[in-house]
């Protein structure tokens, strides 16, 4: 069995997890798996297959970690080669073949980019601070879980013009919490919520539906990480190559249509 590490930008995507009808991560992973026959046509998905978590629609990665049976060709290179240009795939381990890519992730890390002018970085490390270590975070999703407990190993967050850039670790992550996460602490660091925000929102009772704290936008969010202890991967420098090469020329673009859109902001009048 062998891991793979694949990148993708997540904005054309409807997220990682297949769907009927839609573009998704998972679906271009399994269409160049069949088009290099390492998956039968006829299959629903690789022998043995798992991957470390689904992220959602909008919502880019670095290490998002898949794992099946496969010939031992197939490296990163070779698979990338029948992928969009979203999706690549530049770095695989060899695992065992009960290896999980799911159950034995240990942990996971995501890394979040925040529009927040005005934000005061103190405000929002305070904040940040008092959502570290193990809290029910139940009022920071929308989904309905039976065990809404966390552990957040690591968060932090930085500034960067007028950015707030969040980097989180945790042995489990409840949908969309990170983003909802982003969002409280942007709304202490702003002033638009009192510090006392946070202690209430970390209290079993539900908040009321005027309380409530919305999700930050998805593009901004990353996976940057997923630990496998005793796991390791080897890069294949020419798929890291092309990793940077692809989202190099994205970066230009999305800059380019940046400065654009501020030009025809400032001179309508």
Known sequence: MRAFRVAYDGRPFHGFQRQPDVPTVESALFDALRKLDVLDHEAD???????????????SAVAQTVAFDCPGWLSPRAFSSQLPADVRV????????QFHATYDCESRAYEYHLYAPGADLERARAAIAALQGTHDFANL????????VRTLETANVEQ??????FSLRANGFLWELVRRIGSLVRAVATGAAPPEKVSRVLEPEPLPGHEGVPPAPPEGLVLVDAAYPGVEFVPDERAVETVREVFGEKETTATTAAR???SVGERVR
């Not at 998905?45 to 919502?59: E, F, H, I, L, N």
């Not at 960067?160 to 850039?165: R, S």
């Open 45 to 59: 998905k690789p022998a043995g297959y798992a991957a470390a978590g689904r992220t959602d629609a909008g919502v």
């Open 90 to 97: 530049w770095a695989s381990a060899d695992v065992p073949c």
């Open 260 to 262: 654009a859109a501020r």
């Open 141 to 148: 999703t929308a989904a309905s879980f039976d065990d809404t």
């Open 160 to 165: 960067d013009d007028a950015f707030l850039v």
